[in-house]
């Protein structure tokens, strides 16, 4: 894979140390933990991150995390929250790897996309030079 074709692409990364913000209300004995990223994540890399390849069964699975804008809130009981702070930071780098894979692909099926298009191009235009001569 190119480096051209992640040009503008920023890993998501999380920024600055993580923050208790209150007790979840739904799940008493959990806290409502949040993490400052980067940037906003479009929803392709949420995808990724929603579906980790290796994760830790327990209650700050990605698909229970919020993602609005560049925070993420997750559950966590006080007794697993550094245990589940470093999952969320793996979470974050598989969503990372996987984010690049499907950028490449997309890019290579644009760049495929854009060589037909100019082939049929070429085929019509030798076309209509033989028909411009009839």
């Given at each position: 894979?190119?480096?051209?074709?992640?040009?503008?692409?920023?890993?998501?990364?999380?920024?600055g140390?993580?923050?208790?913000?209150?007790?979840?209300?739904e799940h008493?004995?959990?806290?409502?933990?949040?993490?400052?990223?980067?940037?906003?994540?479009?929803?392709?890399?949420?995808?990724?991150?929603?579906?980790?390849?290796?994760?830790?069964?327990?209650?700050?699975?990605?698909?229970?995390?919020?993602?609005?804008?560049?925070k993420?809130m997750?559950?966590?009981?006080?007794?697993?929250?550094?245990?589940?702070?470093?999952?969320?930071?793996?979470?974050?780098n598989q969503?990372?790897?996987?984010?690049?894979?499907k950028?490449a692909?997309?890019?290579?099926?644009?760049?495929?996309?854009e060589?037909?298009?100019?082939?049929?191009?070429a085929?019509?235009e030798?076309?209509?030079?033989?028909?411009?001569?009839?």
């Open positions: 894979m190119g480096d051209e074709m992640l040009i503008g692409h920023v890993d998501v990364m999380r920024q140390s993580p923050k208790a913000v209150g007790r979840d209300k008493t004995g959990l806290f409502q933990v949040l993490l400052i990223l980067n940037v906003s994540p479009d929803s392709d890399w949420r995808e990724c991150f929603q579906n980790p390849r290796e994760f830790q069964p327990n209650e700050a699975h990605p698909r229970l995390a919020a993602i609005m804008g560049d993420l997750f559950r966590s009981s006080e007794e697993h929250i550094e245990r589940n702070i470093e999952w969320m930071d793996k979470y974050i969503a990372n790897e996987c984010y690049r894979k950028m692909e997309k890019e290579e099926e644009i760049k495929k996309q060589a037909r298009s100019q082939a049929e191009k085929e019509l030798r076309i209509n030079k033989m028909l411009a001569r009839l």
